[in-house]
Every structure is written in C-alpha cells, then in structure tokens.
C-alpha cells in the first residue's frame, strides 16, 4: 500500500461532517493587511511523501460553525466539524512551493487595486457570532503602508517587491521575514518570530510572484514544529492547517488554511484548547481589478 492510498482510506474512515447544515449567512472580510497577526488572533487532494504522516492521522471533533434550524435561519450552537492531524509539514510544504513555483507570474501595475471577499464566524462575538460576509478593496500601491509608515502593514505592491526580492537560501529568506515584520511580543521566540512572519507573508500575498512565494513555502519547510491538519474553514471547504506544535503554552494556536490543490492561502483559524475553534475565516474571491468597487 502506498502512502496515498493509506491518506485515502484513513480519510474515509474519519466522521464527515454534514455541510448542508453548514449556515449560509453573513460573511465577514479579512482585514489581514491593516490588522496584522494581532488581529488575526481577535478576529482535493492531499500530497504526503511518507507512510508515517498517513498512519499518524488522527480524528477529533472540533466546535465552532452555526447552523440552520429548521425554520432556515441561522442558530446559535455549534456544528461538529473535523480535524485530521497529518503530522510534520514539511513534505508538504516543499511540494506546496514547487506546485506554487509552476505558476504564471503576475502583472500588476500601480492604480490597481486588490479586491477581496471573505467569510468568518467569531464565537466570542455573543451578538453575531457569524457567519459573516463582506467585500474590500485594497489599494495595490499605496505610499501611506510602504517604508515602514505603517508598520508591518505593508501594502499589496510592497509585499510583492519583498516577494521578488528573496534570495534562494531558506536560512536567509528566514533572516529577510524576520526583519520584514517586526516582534511584537518581547517573549516571542526566534522560532515562533519567524513561523509568524513566514505565514504573515503567506496569508497576505494578494499578489504573487510564483517563484519567491515558493521560497517563502520551502523556508517554513525548515522551521521545525510546523505541523499540518485537515479541517474544514469558515465556508464549509476542506482546507490544510498550518500551524506551529507549542506555539502558545495554554495550547491554543494560530492556524494559517491553505487551499489543498493550489496551496495558496485561503483562510485562517484560531483555535483555543481541546479544539475549540474560536476565530474561522475564509477566503472566498480575491483578484486584481482596475478600480475600487469593481469585482473580477
């Protein structure tokens, strides 16, 4: 047996959740841009190139997403939803960056804009705890979030200026994120500085350059403690969690979603202890588009 076999049939024996309960409702937009990853913790088909990431998948019901009652309107409570641990990302990770590296370079010119359209469910939001639907347009070139005037929030024509401009070397392009998104907590470690700042990158790639995305994908492959699950986002998709292995000593984690046949990002999540998901979010459109209020 295979490793993709052995994925196959440890996936069918995993509970699958029922999506026609999963709640239509409002969707709410990524702000990752302007919020950064404070903000981001208030807010297929699989590749595995060992038998032992197969065989270390394991089941766990997670709570988190609304759902319909039978009058059709959206209900507080909760929706059993699934994680399968995959185990070490690394593999993954590597065919992510050479799957990414393939793809056709962009073109964007100033005057763009970035439009974008997400989903999120929030469970400490006690009035509206989701989903929630919105659009936004980000400006593709915008001097007021370039030079550091912003911080760390760069804008779209930045990001994919630091993209085009990594070095092929994963310890330098660790170097290169770590001075491009600054530590924000004074107990962050080396390691969880640059995890951070590597899935900051990845989240907010609005605009790719194929290949320095993919050096960005084979410089996490090297951080050890990245791991990699199986869940469902905030819309009801498959998608692969990404996240570090004791990033936060009360065993809560941050949770970068990619999307499992492109490996472009696609979502985030927060998860608190015993799976509890707290913060769910999904992207669902994103494209360049010649001025704002237009939609690809």
């Given at each position: 047996m295979d490793e993709m076999t052995a994925v196959r049939e440890l996936r069918a024996d995993a509970p699958a959740p029922s999506r026609a309960r999963l709640a239509e409702g409002r969707e709410r937009l990524l702000q990752e841009t302007r919020r950064g990853a404070r903000g981001r913790r208030l807010r297929a088909d699989w590749r595995l190139a060992t038998v032992a990431a197969a065989v270390a998948i394991t089941a766990a019901a997670v709570i988190g997403t609304q759902v319909v009652g039978d009058d059709g309107r959206t209900q507080p409570g909760s929706q059993?939803?699934?994680?399968l641990e995959l185990g070490s990302a690394k593999n993954l990770l590597n065919e992510a960056a050479d799957v990414i590296a393939a793809r056709p370079p962009a073109n964007p010119r100033d005057g763009q804009w970035v439009y974008l359209k997400s989903v999120e469910t929030n469970t400490t939001d006690e009035e509206q705890p989701g989903p929630h639907t919105s659009e936004n347009w980000i400006k593709y070139a915008d001097p007021s979030m370039e030079d550091g005037k912003a911080g760390d929030d760069h804008s779209p024509r930045e990001q994919y200026a630091f993209l085009k401009s990594l070095p092929d070397d994963?310890?330098?392009?660790?170097a290169e994120a770590r001075a491009f998104f600054n530590v924000t907590d004074p107990g962050e470690t080396r390691t969880q500085h640059e995890y951070r700042a590597l899935s900051a990158i990845i989240s907010r790639a609005y605009v790719i350059d194929p290949e320095g995305l993919a050096k960005v994908y084979r410089a996490m492959?090297?951080?050890?403690?990245?791991?990699?699950?199986?869940?469902?986002?905030a819309a009801g998709r498959d998608a692969i969690a990404l996240y570090l292995k004791?990033?936060?000593?009360?065993?809560?984690?941050?949770?970068?979603?990619?999307?499992p046949t492109t490996y472009l990002s696609s979502g985030y999540r927060f998860v608190e202890r015993e799976d509890q998901v707290v913060l769910n979010g999904a992207r669902l459109a994103m494209g360049l588009v010649e001025e704002k209020g237009e939609r690809p």
């Open positions: 059993p939803g699934y994680t994963p310890e330098r392009v660790r492959a090297t951080i050890p403690g990245v791991r990699a699950a199986q869940v469902l986002d004791g990033d936060s000593p009360g065993g809560s984690r941050d949770e970068t979603l990619l999307d």
